[in-house]
């Protein structure tokens, strides 16, 4: 009796210490598997100096100075016709998670982008099928979950397992950034978000694993929370994508944390940025730049209120480069303009409580 008394009075005083999730900061680069190994040590030795546990990564092909960083090209996973395969990405990427283990950063793996399919040219998916087939032609579907299993099912020479089964280095996988982002058919969207959450679970060992499934976002809050996304079963994280202010409050966002609770889902804030223009954030047009002291305020504001909302968040993005500010431009750069706010806003999530733990994902 005294004896589990004890033992019910010590889970008790651990389940009051754990109950405070910490919250926690992550980042941004699409194409990571392009930097060379100079590039990667400036962009993980500043991610770890700003607390940053988790880089979002992309695997579609790249080449050339992308947003100031000459990048060692990589193709398209799939080109000419879906299922065949040029593994160099998923290659570069075994050696990226490898080294930014050591830096205590987990990689979320995106296993296809929207963007790729309006893209001119579009990739083989764009090609074949354009921006609404993709998500309702059963070929498409049956295409799309051999690529899923494709890159689960590759084989780290770091660590000699499967990416599937390597959650000391992938924090998370979700099939497509921004699927269907202007949402021509929320229904077929809905569900083909459920079947691809499915198809990534159906490659985990007993279809379970420290690895979480999540979604890619949407173009906006609202857009990026659909209701069916709260009951699919196999959906672990919804993620938000925002750049609309309003967005960024934290009564707007606190509604869809009691609803993720109560569904037993967990929310990120995958995107979000603080334009460097002077331009309405949302749509980030060229035009003025914003004074850095007004945008280091903007960074230090947003960060907060996200925070308060108990949601972690990843900035888009963050670069190992000066950015260029030669597009649509949220990016700052490490030790460029605007670094020094953004490092201690994401440093300082940790001292914020999370709606969500997720402490057993993180390194
Ligand atoms: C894959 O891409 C790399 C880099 O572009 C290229 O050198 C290699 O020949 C390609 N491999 C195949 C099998 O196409
Ligand atoms: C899967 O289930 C089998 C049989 O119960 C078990 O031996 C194995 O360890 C499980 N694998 C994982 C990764 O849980
Ligand atoms: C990050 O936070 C820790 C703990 O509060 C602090 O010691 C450190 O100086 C901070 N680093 C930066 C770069 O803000």
């Given at each position: ?147 899923i299993?494709?890159?689960m ?11 599937a ?8 996988f ?20 459920c079947?691809m959450a499915t198809a990534i679970r159906s490659n985990f060992q007993n279809g379970t694993s420290?690895i979480l499934i ?18 699919c079963a196999d959906l672990d ?127």
């Open positions: 009796m005294k004896f589990s008394l004890a033992i019910a009075a010590a889970a008790a005083a651990l389940s009051s210490s754990v109950r405070a999730a910490q919250s926690f900061a992550g980042s941004n680069l699409y194409y990571a598997a392009g930097l060379t190994d100079d590039e990667s040590t400036t962009l993980l030795t500043g991610l770890q100096s700003a607390g940053v546990k988790v880089l979002r990564v992309w695997l579609d092909g790249e080449s050339g100075t992308v947003k100031g960083t000459p990048i060692n090209d990589y193709p398209s996973l799939e080109s000419g016709q879906p299922g065949n395969w040029n593994d160099t990405v998923l290659s570069r990427l075994d050696d990226f998670m490898d080294k930014a283990h050591g830096y205590g950063i987990k990689l979320l793996v995106s296993m296809h982008s929207y963007n790729a399919l309006s893209a001119t040219p579009p990739d083989i998916y764009g090609a074949w099928y354009g921006t609404g087939d993709f998500y309702t032609s059963s070929d498409a579907m049956g295409y799309f979950k051999n690529r299993a494709h890159i099912n590759h084989v780290n020479p770091h660590n000699n397992k499967r990416w089964d390597s959650p000391e280095y992938i924090f998370a979700e099939a497509e950034n921004e699927a269907m982002h202007d949402q021509q058919n929320p229904s077929a969207l809905t569900a083909w978000q079947t420290n999540t979604t890619g976002g949407g173009a906006y809050l609202a857009n990026s929370l659909l209701d069916a996304y709260f009951s994280v919804l993620a938000i994508h925002a750049y609309g202010t309003g967005d960024f409050a934290t009564s707007a966002l606190t509604p869809y944390v009691q609803k993720a609770q109560s569904s037993n889902k967990k929310l990120i804030m995958e995107e979000w940025g603080a334009c460097y223009y002077s331009s309405e954030n949302q749509r980030c047009d060229q035009s003025s730049a914003l004074d850095s002291g007004t945008r280091d305020e903007n960074i230090k504001t947003w960060a907060d209120q996200i925070s308060k909302a108990g949601i972690p968040w990843f900035y888009w993005q963050i670069l190992p480069n000066e950015d260029p500010h030669s597009d649509w431009d949220y990016e700052v750069g490490i030790n460029g303009v605007n670094w020094d706010a953004l490092e201690a806003v994401a440093n300082a999530t940790a001292g914020y409580e999370a709606a969500f733990d997720f402490s057993a994902y993180l390194l």
